[in-house]
């Protein structure tokens, strides 16, 4: 543990101590492997025991010990100087049998797939394709056409969108819906997310550079209404939440997920109902390296959760390990942490992110996920990357 954590170990609790919270949770670690197969680990209920299970790379493992491992498809551990070809993970049941399936999101550029759940068979899992390219670096996932089903959102070919399943047809390509003119794009592009920004009830999708409005009738080939603003030189994902109260949803991301930077954007709107943006900084963007202050290179991945049962969602993030290798980005070897920023409203209707580390010897890769595995009704956590794939188990505080 490098000594800014330690010092800063002793400010988060004189923190928490001056602001009265009794509810911060303890967290038990459980490592997984310490083989790099993935970038992002995910969960699900996978044999339909009513307990959530965990997969991570190639392997699906029973909760809610998590010490029994299944094979979904034919291991491949990468070197952690490179990369792997799974950068996140999610689940889904596409073809509507009843048992939760995983897609595999590749090395951005390449060919996605899903692998169908052998209906607590013991045989392997089918592979089925999904969409080539699937490009940008942080793909989400979620319900933005409110059709019922979650979706990949992503950027192809030059276009930012969504792709849709039909679960009639599980062996038939996912469909990619374009809401962007061409723009530039690519592989390598970072931060997307979506949410309903302006209060119409529809979910609109947002970039680094601003977001795209979803019409009232949406139509092929035709894109969203564009709303350009710079939230972030690199985001990681990309999150729409009501960090103040205020009844305005704002958003939440890094800065730049190679350097430095955790902020959100206060959404300010006028009386004739323009909207506009006030940044408010978590983490600087250009920290004071001789500081003793917080700073977490790489923040590379997010979630958002409730951590203290107080009805609001906190932060989860942490720093992605060897994101280029161990010579590229800044503080390659710096401590690999997860932390937990609790949001705290005040009575003058301010907001404060207070930190809450995690562990120090893990870190993030390009997905971090939150859910409540252990039943606790407190958030677990669950990380994969070049150092380690772990679950950390939320314990009760007393």
Not at 2 to 29: C, D, E, H, M, R
Not at 134 to 162: H, R, T
Not at 283 to 307: C, E, T, V, Y
């Amino acid at each position: 543990m490098n000594k800014f954590i330690l010092l800063f170990g002793v400010v988060s609790l004189a923190l928490v101590t001056a602001y009265g919270q009794s509810s911060v949770p303890a967290f038990k670690k459980l490592q997984l492997t310490d083989q790099f197969y993935a970038e992002g680990a995910y969960y699900a209920d996978f044999n339909k025991d009513g307990k959530l299970d965990v997969v991570s790379g190639p392997f699906w493992y029973e909760g809610p010990d998590f010490t029994k491992k299944h094979e979904v498809r034919p291991p491949k551990a990468f070197d952690p100087k490179g990369y792997s070809d799974n950068f996140l993970t999610y689940t889904g049941d596409f073809n509507g049998d009843g048992w939760a399936d995983i897609i595999y999101c590749p090395w951005p550029g390449k060919k996605g797939f899903w692998y169908e759940n052998p209906a607590g068979k013991d045989q392997p899992w089918k592979e089925h394709a999904v969409f080539e390219p699937i490009d940008n670096e942080s793909p989400m996932w979620g319900d933005v056409n409110s059709d019922g089903k979650p979706e990949l959102l992503f950027n192809a070919n030059g276009c930012l969108g969504f792709l849709t399943y039909d679960t009639a047809k599980p062996d038939e390509l996912w469909v990619f819906h374009a809401i962007t003119p061409q723009r530039k794009y690519h592989k390598y592009t970072h931060g997307i997310g979506f949410g309903d920004i302006n209060g119409d009830g529809r979910n609109d999708i947002i970039e680094g550079g601003g977001w795209w409005e979803q019409p009232v009738n949406p139509k092929t080939g035709e894109p969203w209404i564009e709303h350009p603003f710079k939230f972030a030189d690199a985001a990681c994902q990309m999150y729409v939440y009501d960090v103040d109260g205020d009844g305005l949803k704002d958003v939440i991301t890094s800065w730049h997920c190679h350097k430095y930077g955790l902020l959100w954007w206060k959404q300010v709107k006028s009386s004739q109902g323009e909207i506009t943006w006030k940044e408010n900084v978590i983490l600087p963007s250009n920290p004071d390296m001789n500081s003793k202050d917080l700073r977490i290179s790489q923040l590379h991945a997010i979630d958002l959760a409730d951590f203290n049962s107080d009805g609001l969602l906190d932060i989860l993030i942490g720093k992605r390990f060897w994101a280029h290798g161990p010579k590229g980005d800044v503080e390659p070897d710096a401590s690999a942490v997860v932390y937990w920023f609790e949001l705290q409203r005040k009575a003058d209707k301010s907001v404060q992110f207070v930190p809450h580390m995690i562990d120090d010897n893990s870190g993030v890769g390009t997905q971090v996920a939150a859910a409540d595995l252990n039943g606790d009704g407190i958030p677990d956590v669950i990380t994969a990357n070049k150092k380690c794939s772990c679950v950390f188990l939320s314990q009760k505080a007393k």
